[in-house]
Protein backbone atom coordinates (compact mmCIF):
# COMPACT_ATOMS: atom_id res chain seq x y z
CA UNK A 1 0.00 0.00 0.00
CA UNK A 2 0.97 3.64 -0.86
CA UNK A 3 -0.74 7.08 0.10
CA UNK A 4 -0.78 10.02 -2.28
CA UNK A 5 -1.87 12.90 0.52
CA UNK A 6 -3.41 16.40 -0.85
CA UNK A 7 -2.98 19.31 0.88
CA UNK A 8 -5.76 22.41 -0.86
CA UNK A 9 -4.99 25.92 -0.56
CA UNK A 10 -5.80 28.87 0.62
CA UNK A 11 -9.59 29.53 0.35
CA UNK A 12 -10.40 26.07 -0.29
CA UNK A 13 -13.15 26.72 2.16
CA UNK A 14 -15.00 29.34 0.50
CA UNK A 15 -18.79 28.75 0.64
CA UNK A 16 -18.34 26.26 3.70
CA UNK A 17 -15.93 24.08 5.68
CA UNK A 18 -13.49 22.43 3.63
CA UNK A 19 -14.57 18.30 3.67
CA UNK A 20 -13.11 15.27 1.88
CA UNK A 21 -15.73 14.51 0.05
CA UNK A 22 -17.94 17.10 -1.69
CA UNK A 23 -21.34 18.72 -0.93
CA UNK A 24 -24.04 16.65 -3.13
CA UNK A 25 -24.41 18.50 -6.63
CA UNK A 26 -21.22 20.64 -5.52
CA UNK A 27 -18.13 19.27 -8.42
CA UNK A 28 -15.39 18.07 -6.62
CA UNK A 29 -12.07 20.06 -5.98
CA UNK A 30 -9.03 18.63 -7.36
CA UNK A 31 -7.82 17.57 -3.92
CA UNK A 32 -11.18 16.09 -2.69
CA UNK A 33 -12.53 12.40 -3.20
CA UNK A 34 -14.50 12.02 -6.63
CA UNK A 35 -12.28 14.24 -8.02
CA UNK A 36 -10.58 14.25 -11.97
CA UNK A 37 -7.05 14.06 -10.19
CA UNK A 38 -8.24 11.25 -7.99
CA UNK A 39 -9.55 9.25 -10.79
CA UNK A 40 -6.32 9.88 -12.66
CA UNK A 41 -3.68 9.37 -10.27
CA UNK A 42 -5.64 6.23 -9.31
CA UNK A 43 -5.77 5.27 -13.15
CA UNK A 44 -2.43 5.62 -13.94
CA UNK A 45 -0.27 5.46 -10.44
CA UNK A 46 0.08 2.10 -8.69
CA UNK A 47 1.53 1.09 -5.44
CA UNK A 48 4.58 -1.81 -6.00
CA UNK A 49 1.89 -3.91 -4.07
CA UNK A 50 -1.31 -2.92 -4.70
CA UNK A 51 -3.35 0.34 -5.60
CA UNK A 52 -2.69 3.64 -4.27
CA UNK A 53 -4.45 5.57 -1.49
CA UNK A 54 -5.54 8.90 -1.76
CA UNK A 55 -5.58 10.96 1.38
CA UNK A 56 -6.93 14.73 1.55
CA UNK A 57 -5.01 16.54 4.14
CA UNK A 58 -7.79 19.11 5.61
CA UNK A 59 -6.81 22.57 7.27
CA UNK A 60 -8.43 25.46 7.51
CA UNK A 61 -7.26 27.30 4.64
CA UNK A 62 -7.08 31.14 6.17
CA UNK A 63 -4.59 33.27 4.72
CA UNK A 64 -2.48 33.15 7.82
CA UNK A 65 0.89 32.39 8.47
CA UNK A 66 0.04 30.52 12.19
CA UNK A 67 -2.40 28.72 10.15
CA UNK A 68 -0.17 27.10 7.77
CA UNK A 69 2.14 26.42 10.82
CA UNK A 70 -0.55 24.69 12.62
CA UNK A 71 -1.75 22.90 9.68
CA UNK A 72 1.88 21.68 9.38
CA UNK A 73 2.28 20.26 12.74
CA UNK A 74 -0.97 17.81 12.13
CA UNK A 75 0.25 16.98 8.57
CA UNK A 76 3.85 16.30 10.29
CA UNK A 77 1.88 13.77 12.21
CA UNK A 78 0.08 12.49 9.89
CA UNK A 79 3.29 11.56 8.19
CA UNK A 80 4.82 10.21 10.58
CA UNK A 81 1.96 7.96 11.26
CA UNK A 82 2.42 6.47 7.87
CA UNK A 83 6.32 5.90 8.84
CA UNK A 84 5.26 3.79 11.57
CA UNK A 85 3.14 2.15 9.98
CA UNK A 86 6.70 1.45 6.96
CA UNK A 87 4.21 2.96 4.25
CA UNK A 88 5.47 5.15 1.36
CA UNK A 89 3.69 8.31 0.65
CA UNK A 90 3.83 11.26 -1.89
CA UNK A 91 2.42 14.38 -0.99
CA UNK A 92 0.68 16.94 -3.73
CA UNK A 93 0.00 20.65 -2.62
CA UNK A 94 -1.43 23.32 -4.07
CA UNK A 95 -0.71 27.06 -3.53
CA UNK A 96 -0.15 27.64 0.22
CA UNK A 97 -0.81 24.12 0.81
CA UNK A 98 2.78 23.69 -0.31
CA UNK A 99 4.09 26.39 2.49
CA UNK A 100 2.13 24.06 4.78
CA UNK A 101 4.04 20.67 3.36
CA UNK A 102 7.27 23.17 3.93
CA UNK A 103 6.52 24.11 7.89
CA UNK A 104 5.68 20.60 8.15
CA UNK A 105 9.36 19.47 6.99
CA UNK A 106 10.85 22.45 8.79
CA UNK A 107 9.31 21.00 12.09
CA UNK A 108 10.48 17.73 11.03
CA UNK A 109 14.02 18.96 10.63
CA UNK A 110 14.19 20.48 13.98
CA UNK A 111 13.05 17.10 15.57
CA UNK A 112 15.36 15.08 13.98
CA UNK A 113 12.88 13.05 11.86
CA UNK A 114 13.96 11.97 8.21
CA UNK A 115 10.74 11.11 7.32
CA UNK A 116 12.02 8.10 5.42
CA UNK A 117 8.65 7.27 4.14
CA UNK A 118 8.51 10.45 2.17
CA UNK A 119 9.16 10.02 -1.51
CA UNK A 120 8.56 13.25 -3.23
CA UNK A 121 6.54 16.12 -2.13
CA UNK A 122 4.92 18.01 -5.03
CA UNK A 123 3.87 21.84 -4.66
CA UNK A 124 2.30 23.25 -7.44
CA UNK A 125 1.72 27.28 -8.18
CA UNK A 126 2.92 27.63 -4.20
CA UNK A 127 4.11 31.24 -3.24
CA UNK A 128 6.52 30.76 -0.64
CA UNK A 129 6.12 33.85 1.78
CA UNK A 130 9.68 35.12 2.96
CA UNK A 131 9.87 36.04 6.74
CA UNK A 132 12.57 37.31 8.76
CA UNK A 133 12.23 37.69 12.77
CA UNK A 134 12.73 40.79 14.01
CA UNK A 135 16.48 42.59 14.43
CA UNK A 136 16.30 42.24 18.30
CA UNK A 137 14.96 39.85 21.18
CA UNK A 138 12.51 42.89 22.28
CA UNK A 139 10.88 43.29 19.28
CA UNK A 140 10.35 39.58 19.38
CA UNK A 141 8.75 39.24 22.33
CA UNK A 142 5.13 39.51 22.84
CA UNK A 143 3.63 42.32 24.27
CA UNK A 144 2.87 40.98 27.91
CA UNK A 145 6.64 39.37 27.71
CA UNK A 146 7.78 42.96 26.58
CA UNK A 147 6.06 45.17 29.56
CA UNK A 148 7.93 42.21 32.05
CA UNK A 149 11.13 42.88 30.44
CA UNK A 150 10.58 46.34 30.94
CA UNK A 151 9.57 45.80 34.58
CA UNK A 152 12.63 43.63 35.23
CA UNK A 153 14.80 46.36 34.06
CA UNK A 154 13.44 49.17 36.53
CA UNK A 155 15.50 47.88 39.76
CA UNK A 156 18.47 48.46 37.62
CA UNK A 157 17.31 51.46 36.29
CA UNK A 158 16.76 53.22 39.98
CA UNK A 159 20.16 52.01 41.29
CA UNK A 160 21.24 53.65 38.17
CA UNK A 161 20.24 56.98 38.68
CA UNK A 162 20.76 56.53 42.51
CA UNK A 163 24.33 56.27 41.73
CA UNK A 164 24.70 58.98 38.99
CA UNK A 165 23.16 61.47 41.61
CA UNK A 166 25.41 60.20 44.08
CA UNK A 167 28.44 61.39 42.09
CA UNK A 168 26.79 64.28 41.24
CA UNK A 169 26.24 65.83 44.95
CA UNK A 170 29.44 63.83 45.93
CA UNK A 171 32.32 63.24 43.93
CA UNK A 172 34.89 62.66 45.83
CA UNK A 173 33.06 59.18 46.15
CA UNK A 174 34.60 57.94 42.96
CA UNK A 175 37.77 58.23 44.90
CA UNK A 176 36.22 55.80 47.60
CA UNK A 177 37.19 51.46 46.97
CA UNK A 178 34.83 50.50 49.29
CA UNK A 179 31.93 52.90 47.79
CA UNK A 180 33.31 51.16 44.28
CA UNK A 181 32.86 48.05 45.51
CA UNK A 182 29.80 47.96 47.12
CA UNK A 183 28.48 49.69 44.26
CA UNK A 184 29.46 46.97 42.17
CA UNK A 185 28.12 44.50 44.09
CA UNK A 186 24.36 46.03 44.38
CA UNK A 187 24.71 46.62 39.96
CA UNK A 188 25.55 42.57 39.77
CA UNK A 189 22.39 41.90 42.68
CA UNK A 190 19.84 44.36 40.79
CA UNK A 191 21.00 42.98 36.86
CA UNK A 192 19.58 39.66 37.86
CA UNK A 193 15.85 39.81 37.46
CA UNK A 194 16.91 41.43 34.32
CA UNK A 195 19.81 38.46 33.25
CA UNK A 196 16.96 35.59 34.48
CA UNK A 197 14.72 37.64 32.51
CA UNK A 198 16.73 37.81 29.32
CA UNK A 199 17.69 34.39 29.91
CA UNK A 200 14.66 33.04 30.10
CA UNK A 201 12.97 34.82 26.70
CA UNK A 202 16.13 33.75 24.62
CA UNK A 203 15.43 30.28 25.49
CA UNK A 204 11.77 30.56 24.53
CA UNK A 205 12.80 32.78 21.63
CA UNK A 206 15.18 29.86 20.27
CA UNK A 207 12.39 27.40 20.98
CA UNK A 208 9.83 29.41 19.15
CA UNK A 209 11.38 30.41 16.06
CA UNK A 210 13.80 27.18 15.82
CA UNK A 211 13.05 27.32 11.64
CA UNK A 212 15.76 30.36 11.25
CA UNK A 213 18.86 28.17 12.95
CA UNK A 214 21.37 27.58 10.72
CA UNK A 215 21.57 24.11 11.67
CA UNK A 216 18.07 23.18 11.16
CA UNK A 217 17.69 24.97 7.91
CA UNK A 218 21.49 23.26 6.75
CA UNK A 219 19.56 19.83 7.52
CA UNK A 220 15.90 20.52 6.22
CA UNK A 221 17.58 21.22 2.70
CA UNK A 222 20.37 18.24 2.55
CA UNK A 223 17.05 15.90 3.92
CA UNK A 224 13.89 17.13 1.98
CA UNK A 225 15.18 19.42 -0.73
CA UNK A 226 16.40 16.66 -2.74
CA UNK A 227 12.80 14.85 -2.85
CA UNK A 228 10.94 18.41 -3.87
CA UNK A 229 9.30 19.38 -6.94
CA UNK A 230 8.20 22.54 -7.81
CA UNK A 231 5.60 23.07 -10.49
CA UNK A 232 4.42 27.21 -11.30
CA UNK A 233 3.32 29.04 -14.80
CA UNK A 234 5.31 31.62 -15.43
CA UNK A 235 1.89 33.87 -15.73
CA UNK A 236 0.81 32.49 -12.29
CA UNK A 237 -1.21 34.63 -10.79
CA UNK A 238 -0.23 34.32 -6.98
CA UNK A 239 3.06 33.46 -7.27
CA UNK A 240 3.69 36.85 -9.75
CA UNK A 241 1.30 38.80 -7.37
CA UNK A 242 2.89 38.06 -4.38
CA UNK A 243 6.15 38.18 -5.14
CA UNK A 244 5.94 41.79 -6.34
CA UNK A 245 4.42 42.71 -3.42
CA UNK A 246 7.46 43.63 -1.79
CA UNK A 247 9.52 45.60 -4.50
CA UNK A 248 6.19 47.77 -5.35
CA UNK A 249 7.64 51.14 -4.13
CA UNK A 250 4.41 53.39 -5.23
CA UNK A 251 4.03 56.55 -3.19
CA UNK A 252 0.31 55.84 -1.57
CA UNK A 253 0.42 59.32 0.03
CA UNK A 254 1.92 62.92 -1.31
CA UNK A 255 4.32 64.49 0.32
CA UNK A 256 2.09 67.21 0.83
CA UNK A 257 -0.98 65.49 1.74
CA UNK A 258 -1.50 66.81 4.72
CA UNK A 259 -0.77 70.34 4.33
CA UNK A 260 -4.22 71.24 3.46
CA UNK A 261 -6.22 69.75 6.51
CA UNK A 262 -3.01 71.38 8.75
CA UNK A 263 -3.84 75.12 7.15
CA UNK A 264 -7.20 75.05 7.44
CA UNK A 265 -6.81 74.03 11.10
CA UNK A 266 -4.69 76.93 11.43
CA UNK A 267 -7.56 79.46 10.69
CA UNK A 268 -9.08 78.88 13.94
CA UNK A 269 -5.72 78.46 15.81
CA UNK A 270 -5.92 82.02 16.44
CA UNK A 271 -9.77 81.81 18.28
CA UNK A 272 -8.04 78.70 19.81
CA UNK A 273 -5.05 80.64 21.23
CA UNK A 274 -7.87 82.89 22.88
CA UNK A 275 -9.84 80.64 24.54
CA UNK A 276 -6.73 78.97 26.15
CA UNK A 277 -4.97 82.04 27.10
CA UNK A 278 -8.68 83.35 28.77
CA UNK A 279 -8.76 80.09 30.68
CA UNK A 280 -5.41 79.78 31.88
CA UNK A 281 -5.03 82.11 35.28
CA UNK A 282 -1.63 81.94 35.46
CA UNK A 283 -0.78 83.47 31.92
CA UNK A 284 -3.51 85.97 32.76
CA UNK A 285 -2.10 87.37 35.78
CA UNK A 286 1.04 87.11 34.32
CA UNK A 287 -0.14 89.58 31.87
CA UNK A 288 -1.23 91.48 34.42
CA UNK A 289 1.53 91.32 36.46
CA UNK A 290 3.56 92.55 33.21
CA UNK A 291 1.20 95.38 32.77
CA UNK A 292 0.99 96.81 35.99
CA UNK A 293 5.17 96.45 36.90
CA UNK A 294 6.83 96.92 33.45
CA UNK A 295 4.22 98.74 30.82
CA UNK A 296 2.20 100.84 33.84
CA UNK A 297 5.24 100.68 35.90
CA UNK A 298 2.62 101.45 39.11
CA UNK A 299 5.03 101.53 41.36
CA UNK A 300 6.38 104.86 39.71
CA UNK A 301 3.14 106.40 38.93
CA UNK A 302 1.09 105.40 41.87
CA UNK A 303 2.41 108.02 43.99
CA UNK A 304 0.85 110.97 41.55
CA UNK A 305 -2.17 109.43 41.26
CA UNK A 306 -3.89 112.25 43.64
CA UNK A 307 -2.67 114.81 42.68
CA UNK A 308 -3.54 114.05 38.96
CA UNK A 309 -6.63 112.97 39.65
CA UNK A 310 -7.62 116.72 41.34
CA UNK A 311 -6.14 117.91 38.66
CA UNK A 312 -8.05 116.56 36.04
CA UNK A 313 -11.33 117.40 38.04
CA UNK A 314 -10.68 120.94 37.89
CA UNK A 315 -10.76 120.42 34.27
CA UNK A 316 -13.81 118.56 34.32
CA UNK A 317 -15.41 121.08 35.93
CA UNK A 318 -14.65 123.86 34.05
CA UNK A 319 -15.57 122.14 31.03
CA UNK A 320 -19.09 121.17 32.32
CA UNK A 321 -19.55 124.87 33.41
CA UNK A 322 -18.70 125.72 29.37
CA UNK A 323 -21.11 123.14 28.48
CA UNK A 324 -23.70 124.42 30.32
CA UNK A 325 -22.74 128.28 29.27
CA UNK A 326 -22.47 127.04 26.14
CA UNK A 327 -26.39 125.83 25.92
CA UNK A 328 -27.47 128.92 27.75
CA UNK A 329 -25.82 130.74 25.02
CA UNK A 330 -28.14 128.75 22.35
CA UNK A 331 -31.12 128.99 24.19
CA UNK A 332 -31.26 132.76 24.40
CA UNK A 333 -33.36 135.01 22.28
CA UNK A 334 -33.38 138.26 20.63
CA UNK A 335 -32.37 140.07 23.67
CA UNK A 336 -28.73 141.51 22.73
CA UNK A 337 -27.19 142.21 26.33
CA UNK A 338 -28.22 139.02 27.47
CA UNK A 339 -26.81 137.32 24.63
CA UNK A 340 -23.29 139.40 24.72
CA UNK A 341 -22.81 138.29 28.43
CA UNK A 342 -23.49 135.20 27.41
CA UNK A 343 -21.06 135.17 24.85
CA UNK A 344 -18.41 136.77 27.24
CA UNK A 345 -19.06 133.94 29.66
CA UNK A 346 -18.36 131.04 27.14
CA UNK A 347 -15.08 132.82 26.01
CA UNK A 348 -13.74 133.42 29.80
CA UNK A 349 -14.79 129.52 30.27
CA UNK A 350 -12.60 128.62 26.95
CA UNK A 351 -9.85 130.39 28.28
CA UNK A 352 -9.79 129.00 31.77
CA UNK A 353 -10.56 125.66 30.42
CA UNK A 354 -7.23 126.41 27.80
CA UNK A 355 -5.57 127.62 31.24
CA UNK A 356 -6.29 124.79 33.27
CA UNK A 357 -5.18 122.25 30.64
CA UNK A 358 -1.76 123.94 30.05
CA UNK A 359 -1.52 124.07 34.28
CA UNK A 360 -2.24 120.52 34.34
CA UNK A 361 0.43 119.34 31.74
CA UNK A 362 2.80 121.77 32.88
CA UNK A 363 1.92 120.59 36.73
CA UNK A 364 2.23 116.86 35.70
CA UNK A 365 4.73 116.08 33.16
CA UNK A 366 3.42 112.36 33.29
CA UNK A 367 0.31 112.96 32.93
CA UNK A 368 -0.31 110.60 30.35
CA UNK A 369 1.64 107.44 31.65
CA UNK A 370 0.07 108.39 34.97
CA UNK A 371 -3.19 108.65 33.84
CA UNK A 372 -3.47 104.97 31.98
CA UNK A 373 -1.76 103.30 35.24
CA UNK A 374 -4.61 104.98 37.44
CA UNK A 375 -6.88 103.56 34.99
CA UNK A 376 -5.84 100.63 34.70
CA UNK A 377 -5.93 100.26 38.47
CA UNK A 378 -9.19 101.20 38.89
CA UNK A 379 -10.38 98.32 36.42
CA UNK A 380 -8.14 95.36 36.92
CA UNK A 381 -6.69 95.85 40.29
CA UNK A 382 -9.77 97.37 42.54
CA UNK A 383 -13.35 96.58 43.36
CA UNK A 384 -15.09 99.29 44.91
CA UNK A 385 -12.35 101.29 45.36
CA UNK A 386 -9.93 98.44 46.89
CA UNK A 387 -6.94 96.16 46.36
CA UNK A 388 -8.33 92.87 45.42
CA UNK A 389 -6.77 90.17 46.88
CA UNK A 390 -2.47 89.93 46.70
CA UNK A 391 -2.72 93.45 44.89
CA UNK A 392 -2.89 91.47 41.85
CA UNK A 393 -5.49 90.46 39.15
CA UNK A 394 -9.19 90.39 40.35
CA UNK A 395 -10.42 86.66 39.99
CA UNK A 396 -6.80 85.73 40.70
CA UNK A 397 -6.93 85.42 36.51
CA UNK A 398 -9.80 82.70 37.42
CA UNK A 399 -12.58 85.31 36.59
CA UNK A 400 -13.55 84.82 33.00
CA UNK A 401 -15.32 88.59 32.46
CA UNK A 402 -12.47 90.34 34.29
CA UNK A 403 -10.01 88.42 32.06
CA UNK A 404 -11.66 89.01 28.96
CA UNK A 405 -12.27 92.51 29.78
CA UNK A 406 -8.40 92.75 30.38
CA UNK A 407 -7.52 91.37 27.27
CA UNK A 408 -10.15 93.29 25.42
CA UNK A 409 -8.32 96.78 27.21
CA UNK A 410 -5.09 95.70 25.68
CA UNK A 411 -6.51 95.50 21.71
CA UNK A 412 -8.82 98.48 22.21
CA UNK A 413 -7.39 101.28 24.99
CA UNK A 414 -3.89 100.42 24.58
CA UNK A 415 -3.91 99.60 20.91
CA UNK A 416 -5.62 103.18 20.20
CA UNK A 417 -3.21 105.05 22.60
CA UNK A 418 -0.55 104.54 20.42
CA UNK A 419 -2.24 106.67 17.76
CA UNK A 420 -4.03 109.42 20.05
CA UNK A 421 -3.32 111.92 22.60
CA UNK A 422 -5.12 111.05 26.07
CA UNK A 423 -6.56 114.95 26.03
CA UNK A 424 -8.35 113.61 22.66
CA UNK A 425 -10.28 111.20 24.41
CA UNK A 426 -12.45 113.88 26.56
CA UNK A 427 -13.93 115.10 23.39
CA UNK A 428 -16.82 113.80 21.09
CA UNK A 429 -13.86 112.98 18.45
CA UNK A 430 -11.90 111.36 20.79
CA UNK A 431 -15.02 109.35 21.77
CA UNK A 432 -15.64 108.52 17.98
CA UNK A 433 -12.02 108.15 17.03
CA UNK A 434 -11.72 105.19 20.43
CA UNK A 435 -14.89 103.23 18.83
CA UNK A 436 -13.98 103.55 15.37
CA UNK A 437 -10.00 102.90 15.58
CA UNK A 438 -10.15 99.36 17.03
CA UNK A 439 -12.65 98.19 14.58
CA UNK A 440 -10.25 99.21 12.08
CA UNK A 441 -6.86 98.40 13.52
CA UNK A 442 -7.80 95.70 15.29
CA UNK A 443 -8.87 93.08 12.18
CA UNK A 444 -5.92 94.31 10.24
CA UNK A 445 -3.70 93.54 13.13
CA UNK A 446 -4.97 90.33 13.84
CA UNK A 447 -5.43 89.56 10.18
CA UNK A 448 -1.69 90.04 9.39
CA UNK A 449 -0.95 87.28 12.92
CA UNK A 450 -3.41 85.52 11.25
CA UNK A 451 -1.52 85.15 7.98
CA UNK A 452 2.14 84.89 9.44
CA UNK A 453 0.30 81.88 11.29
CA UNK A 454 -1.23 80.70 8.27
CA UNK A 455 2.19 80.76 6.23
CA UNK A 456 4.27 79.50 9.45
CA UNK A 457 1.79 76.35 9.93
CA UNK A 458 2.05 75.67 6.13
CA UNK A 459 6.01 75.54 6.43
CA UNK A 460 6.12 73.39 9.69
CA UNK A 461 2.93 71.26 8.09
CA UNK A 462 5.27 70.50 4.72
CA UNK A 463 7.93 69.09 6.55
CA UNK A 464 5.31 66.96 9.04
CA UNK A 465 3.64 66.10 5.95
CA UNK A 466 6.74 64.64 4.43
CA UNK A 467 7.88 63.09 7.12
CA UNK A 468 4.14 61.70 7.67
CA UNK A 469 4.11 60.76 3.89
CA UNK A 470 7.26 58.16 4.41
CA UNK A 471 6.13 57.06 7.52
CA UNK A 472 2.61 55.95 6.10
CA UNK A 473 3.62 54.53 2.78
CA UNK A 474 6.07 52.68 4.53
CA UNK A 475 3.43 51.38 7.32
CA UNK A 476 1.09 51.00 4.54
CA UNK A 477 3.41 49.11 2.29
CA UNK A 478 3.96 47.16 5.46
CA UNK A 479 0.73 46.38 6.33
CA UNK A 480 -0.49 45.24 3.02
CA UNK A 481 2.29 42.52 2.47
CA UNK A 482 1.25 41.87 5.80
CA UNK A 483 -2.44 41.28 4.82
CA UNK A 484 -1.26 39.96 1.57
CA UNK A 485 1.39 37.46 2.75
CA UNK A 486 -0.62 36.26 5.46
CA UNK A 487 1.90 37.26 8.14
CA UNK A 488 0.16 37.55 11.76
CA UNK A 489 3.03 36.74 13.62
CA UNK A 490 3.86 39.38 16.29
CA UNK A 491 8.24 38.33 15.75
CA UNK A 492 8.53 38.32 11.95
CA UNK A 493 8.57 40.34 9.26
CA UNK A 494 6.91 39.48 6.05
CA UNK A 495 9.80 40.61 3.09
CA UNK A 496 8.26 39.07 -0.27
CA UNK A 497 6.72 35.66 -1.48
CA UNK A 498 9.08 33.38 -4.05
CA UNK A 499 8.70 30.52 -6.25
CA UNK A 500 11.11 28.53 -3.33
CA UNK A 501 11.24 27.41 0.25
CA UNK A 502 13.59 30.04 1.93
CA UNK A 503 15.41 26.97 2.99
CA UNK A 504 16.24 25.88 -0.14
CA UNK A 505 18.11 28.09 -2.52
CA UNK A 506 16.79 27.65 -6.16
CA UNK A 507 13.53 27.04 -7.23
CA UNK A 508 12.38 25.38 -10.04
CA UNK A 509 11.72 26.47 -13.70
CA UNK A 510 8.57 27.52 -14.97
CA UNK A 511 6.46 24.61 -16.77
CA UNK A 512 7.58 24.33 -20.48
CA UNK A 513 6.08 26.36 -22.96
CA UNK A 514 4.05 23.75 -24.51
CA UNK A 515 2.41 22.03 -21.29
CA UNK A 516 1.95 25.66 -20.03
CA UNK A 517 -0.46 27.13 -22.64
CA UNK A 518 -2.55 24.33 -21.77
CA UNK A 519 -3.13 25.86 -18.71
CA UNK A 520 -3.50 29.15 -20.23
CA UNK A 521 -5.78 28.25 -23.42
CA UNK A 522 -8.12 26.83 -21.02
CA UNK A 523 -8.02 29.32 -18.21
CA UNK A 524 -8.35 32.07 -21.25
CA UNK A 525 -11.52 30.22 -22.27
CA UNK A 526 -13.11 29.89 -19.17
CA UNK A 527 -12.45 33.77 -18.65
CA UNK A 528 -14.34 34.81 -21.65
CA UNK A 529 -17.20 31.95 -20.44
CA UNK A 530 -17.55 33.52 -17.54
CA UNK A 531 -17.24 37.30 -18.75
CA UNK A 532 -20.07 36.80 -21.05
CA UNK A 533 -22.01 35.00 -18.15
CA UNK A 534 -21.26 38.74 -15.92
CA UNK A 535 -22.43 40.71 -18.57
CA UNK A 536 -25.18 39.34 -19.16
CA UNK A 537 -25.82 39.21 -15.10
CA UNK A 538 -25.11 42.67 -14.48
CA UNK A 539 -28.64 43.97 -13.81
CA UNK A 540 -29.11 41.21 -11.35
CA UNK A 541 -26.31 42.04 -9.83
CA UNK A 542 -27.04 45.88 -9.27
CA UNK A 543 -30.65 45.21 -7.69
CA UNK A 544 -29.98 42.15 -5.41
CA UNK A 545 -30.49 42.83 -1.72
CA UNK A 546 -27.43 43.46 0.25
CA UNK A 547 -23.65 43.13 -0.16
CA UNK A 548 -23.85 38.89 1.12
CA UNK A 549 -26.08 38.73 -1.88
CA UNK A 550 -24.03 40.56 -4.31
CA UNK A 551 -20.78 37.93 -3.30
CA UNK A 552 -23.46 34.94 -3.47
CA UNK A 553 -23.84 36.19 -7.42
CA UNK A 554 -20.75 37.00 -7.72
CA UNK A 555 -19.66 33.81 -6.80
CA UNK A 556 -22.07 31.69 -8.72
CA UNK A 557 -20.37 33.61 -12.00
CA UNK A 558 -17.21 32.96 -11.31
CA UNK A 559 -15.18 29.48 -11.11
CA UNK A 560 -11.90 30.74 -10.10
CA UNK A 561 -11.03 28.63 -12.75
CA UNK A 562 -10.41 31.69 -14.85
CA UNK A 563 -7.01 32.31 -13.07
CA UNK A 564 -3.87 30.44 -14.20
CA UNK A 565 -3.39 29.68 -10.27
CA UNK A 566 -6.53 27.62 -10.58
CA UNK A 567 -6.64 26.03 -13.38
CA UNK A 568 -3.54 23.65 -13.04
CA UNK A 569 -5.38 20.52 -12.09
CA UNK A 570 -8.18 21.14 -15.13
CA UNK A 571 -5.53 20.41 -17.35
CA UNK A 572 -5.29 16.36 -17.86
CA UNK A 573 -2.00 17.32 -19.23
CA UNK A 574 -0.73 18.20 -15.72
CA UNK A 575 -2.30 15.55 -14.41
CA UNK A 576 -0.35 13.12 -16.18
CA UNK A 577 2.88 14.87 -15.09
CA UNK A 578 1.65 14.64 -11.25
CA UNK A 579 1.21 11.10 -12.13
CA UNK A 580 4.68 10.56 -13.96
CA UNK A 581 6.51 12.62 -10.93
CA UNK A 582 4.45 10.01 -8.24
CA UNK A 583 5.51 7.21 -10.71
CA UNK A 584 8.70 7.24 -10.75
CA UNK A 585 9.49 7.50 -7.25
CA UNK A 586 9.92 4.42 -4.70
CA UNK A 587 7.64 2.76 -3.54
CA UNK A 588 4.87 3.68 -6.85
CA UNK A 589 4.79 2.96 -10.06
CA UNK A 590 3.07 3.05 -13.55
CA UNK A 591 -0.22 1.13 -13.52
CA UNK A 592 -0.25 -0.89 -17.30
CA UNK A 593 -2.53 1.72 -18.61
CA UNK A 594 0.52 4.87 -18.40
CA UNK A 595 3.34 2.51 -18.47
CA UNK A 596 4.84 3.17 -21.91
CA UNK A 597 2.18 4.89 -23.37
CA UNK A 598 2.13 8.36 -25.04
CA UNK A 599 1.01 10.29 -21.66
CA UNK A 600 3.89 8.99 -19.58
CA UNK A 601 6.67 9.69 -22.56
CA UNK A 602 4.96 13.36 -22.67
CA UNK A 603 5.03 14.10 -18.92
CA UNK A 604 8.66 12.28 -18.80
CA UNK A 605 9.64 14.80 -21.46
CA UNK A 606 8.22 17.88 -19.62
CA UNK A 607 9.86 16.60 -15.82
CA UNK A 608 12.97 16.44 -17.74
CA UNK A 609 12.94 19.82 -19.37
CA UNK A 610 12.03 20.96 -15.92
CA UNK A 611 15.07 19.34 -14.27
CA UNK A 612 17.29 19.92 -17.61
CA UNK A 613 16.80 23.94 -17.01
CA UNK A 614 17.51 23.79 -13.44
CA UNK A 615 20.36 22.12 -13.36
CA UNK A 616 21.48 24.25 -16.51
CA UNK A 617 20.82 27.42 -13.74
CA UNK A 618 22.91 25.80 -11.32
CA UNK A 619 25.32 24.96 -12.72
CA UNK A 620 25.53 28.86 -14.44
CA UNK A 621 27.87 31.12 -12.20
CA UNK A 622 25.88 34.02 -10.97
CA UNK A 623 26.15 37.76 -12.54
CA UNK A 624 26.10 40.93 -11.10
Not at 278 to 293: E, K, V
Not at 457 to 466: C, D, E, F, T
Not at 518 to 541: C, M, P, V, W
Not at 598 to 610: E, G, M
Request: glycine fraction near 6%.
Amino acid sequence: MATIITVHGTFAHMGGEPTEVAAPGVEPQWWQRGSPTEADLEKLVQSSDGPVRFVPFIWNGDNSVLARREAGSELLKRMQELDKDDENYCVVSHSHGGSVVSAALMEASSRGKKLSGLQRWITVGTPFVKLRKETTLFLRLTLFQKAMFVASLMLLLMLGFYAAGEVMTATDKLSRPNWLYRLGISFGMMSLPFVLFWAAFKYLDIRKLYFYRPRNITRAANSFAPRWLGLWHKDDEAVSGLSSVGRIRVNIFHSNFAVPLFSLLSVFLLPVLYFLLLTSPTRMNGIADYLRNDFYQLSQYEQYGGKVTSSRSEVRKLRRSLQRATERLDNIGDDLAERLNAEKEVRDLRSQVKTAREKLHVENPNLVPVERAMRFKRRFLERDGKPCAGGGLCGGGKDIAINSKLLFHIVTDEASSLFLDNELWRGRLGILTRLILPVVMVPLVFGLIAVLLVFLVQAIAGVLSRFLSRSLDQLTWLEIKRSALGNDTETEVAVTAQPHPFWIEESFPVLPSTLGNHITDYSNKIASQSLGKFRNAIGELAFSDGMENKQQNVLSYLTWRELIHSSYFEIPQFRWVIAEAVASTDGFKRSAVFEGSKQSHAAADWLRQIEAKRAKAASTPATT
